[in-house]
């Protein structure tokens, strides 16, 4: 079979979209055995001061470090400002950008503690919105101490964007044949994927080849020091958040605060390790659900868990041959992968995936291409952001050299036998980044953030999109990491119903208190 530079599925639910609130068992707390972390001050008052502080790095960003910015009122009783960055920090006297915030005040005035950056995971996700469902998102004792403070990355959103592609070319994107198996097929995504990044180049050159992980978190301290006017980061990262987190504690271990790094990405791997463990992890997931379904008996999958992953891929390939009717458009194997993977992130979505899935199989596929445009922002008159195209851009320049077309091929047999549902999907999105001009000129350095204050990674035993065992290599390689394992399915560990993770969590984020070693919860 000929592979396919074909992106695989983000890794993330959309910055954990209010859509997939998952409620799940609550656990009591276990903690295991280790030594205690390095002697940090995490008190409030160690969190305040020095907004010019990281200027004396260069002196060529001081202008950065020492903006003034003004918060307004937007939207309902909550503020937003914009603050300016260097496109290239090697070069802070070029061209710059602006980068949209939005803050949720604290709840309650007397027990605020500071502000509180979070990023909702990615890459290319808007955090705006995130931070305005602060009330949803986080604990009462969370919001009562915190600010929360939400940006859109570089090239994204409200921030000065990245507009590198049409609505209808976003829509072949998603639509494209995930698992190729003719030269025309393959010819068909690479086309559409050199036509996204001529967009961004024509749009912005200097801004394309400046969207790294690495760049983000260079700008995540320009907003520490300008917009929270704190001395440390306070920060929550979901998902592709934990890596974003990970390169602050890298790059500034001096001026971490308190780092909550939930549903880790495991800065370690490489593209074809990170694609594998996906390819199980969804796998798994696929499997839990037809478990339940066929345990309630009349499993409209078939009557063993063998079946109903069969089921599935016998759909796919249908699609593949013959796309279903979806109201003006129609269901692509490509978008049925998706409409599939997004209900997996969540337990308590599990039956949207029953009705979607079985309207699929019954010829309808309007249903699972409801749930995909919810799942990647798609409004009736098109996508609402350009997050998109910044999955591509951002991942491309984090990644080094894609595997080859005959690379890929020989990935297939041992993706498959891990997942055969998904696992060629997986093989074939490892050569994502192959029709991109943009890529890093080294892999991804050791982020060990060594000497930075103690940092939280949460995982999830059955965790389909960050397996646990990336939080486990992440908190093992963090100088000063500490593991909170949670014993659940979906995708991060916080707000997900397990009362241990987030009492945790909220003593660490709001008191300062970290634990003693790992935490099982």
């Known amino acids: 079979m000929t592979a396919v ?98 803050r949720v005040p604290a709840s309650d005035p007397e027990q605020r503690v500071g502000a509180l950056l979070v990023n909702p995971g990615g890459p290319g996700v808007p955090g705006i919105d995130y931070a305005s469902r602060a009330s949803a998102a986080f604990g009462d004792e969370v919001t009562a101490a915190f600010d929360i403070v939400g940006f859109d990355p570089r090239g994204v959103g409200a921030s000065t964007p990245l507009e590198c592609a049409s609505q209808d070319l976003r829509d072949e994107v998603l639509a494209v044949d995930p698992d190729p198996e003719t030269a025309q097929e393959v010819e068909a995504a690479d086309g559409l994927m050199r036509e996204v990044a001529r967009g961004c180049l024509e749009d912005d050159a200097g801004l394309t080849r400046r969207v790294s992980t690495e760049d983000q978190a260079r700008d995540l301290d320009v907003i520490r020091a300008v917009a929270l006017d704190q001395d440390r980061l306070v920060y ?26 939930d549903g880790g990405v495991d800065p370690d791997l490489g593209t074809v390790d990170q694609a594998f463990d996906q390819a199980r992890g969804f796998e798994g997931a696929l499997r839990s659900y037809a478990t339940e379904c066929v345990a309630e008996g009349d499993c409209y999958l078939g009557d063993t868990v063998d079946d109903a992953t069969v089921r599935v891929r016998q759909f ?14 129609e269901l692509t194997e490509g978008l049925a992968v998706q409409g ?68 890929v091929a020989a990935l297939v047999p041992r993706f498959e036998r891990a997942a055969p549902t998904f696992g060629s999907v997986f093989a074939s999105g490892t050569s994502a980044c192959r029709e991109w001009p943009v890529r890093a000129d080294d892999p991804t350095p050791a982020l060990d953030g060594k000497g930075a204050a103690p940092i939280l990674v949460v995982g999830t035993t059955g965790d389909p999109a960050t397996p646990l065992v990336w939080s486990e290599s992440l908190a093992s390689q963090l100088d000063s990491g500490v593991l909170v394992r949670r014993e659940g399915e979906g995708h991060t560990g916080y707000r997900k119903g397990n009362e241990c993770v987030d009492d945790t969590v909220e003593a660490y984020l709001v008191s300062g208190e970290v634990p003693d070693g790992t935490v099982d919860c």
Do not use: K
């Open 5 to 102: 530079r074909r992106r695989h599925r983000r890794p993330h639910l959309r910055g954990v979209s209010p859509w997939l609130v998952v409620v799940a068992v609550l656990a009591g707390l276990l903690t295991g055995c280790s030594g205690d972390g390095p002697d940090h001050d995490l008190t409030a008052e160690a969190l305040e001061g020095g907004p010019a502080q990281g200027a004396e790095q260069d002196p060529g960003l001081a202008p950065f470090y020492e903006q003034d910015v003004t918060w307004r009122e937007c939207r309902v009783d909550m503020e937003c400002t914009e603050v300016e960055v260097p496109v290239d920090y090697d070069s802070p006297g070029g061209p710059t950008i602006q980068l949209a915030l939005l």
């Open 340 to 407: 599939i993977w997004a209900p997996l992130y969540r337990r308590d979505t599990w039956p949207l995936l029953d009705v979607a899935l079985s309207q699929g199989l019954r010829g309808n596929g309007a249903p699972l291409l409801t749930v995909v445009d919810q799942f990647l922002g798609r409004g009736p008159d098109g996508f609402i952001d350009n997050s998109i195209e910044m999955y591509f851009a951002i991942t491309c320049a984090d990644r080094g050299v894609p595997p080859s077309e005959a690379e």
């Open 316 to 329: 796919l390939d249908d699609l593949d041959a013959e796309p279903l009717p979806a109201g003006d458009r």
């Open 236 to 261: 929550y990262g979901a998902s592709y958040g934990t890596f974003l987190g990970a390169w602050y504690a890298e790059l500034f271990p001096d001026r971490v605060g308190r780092l909550v790094l």
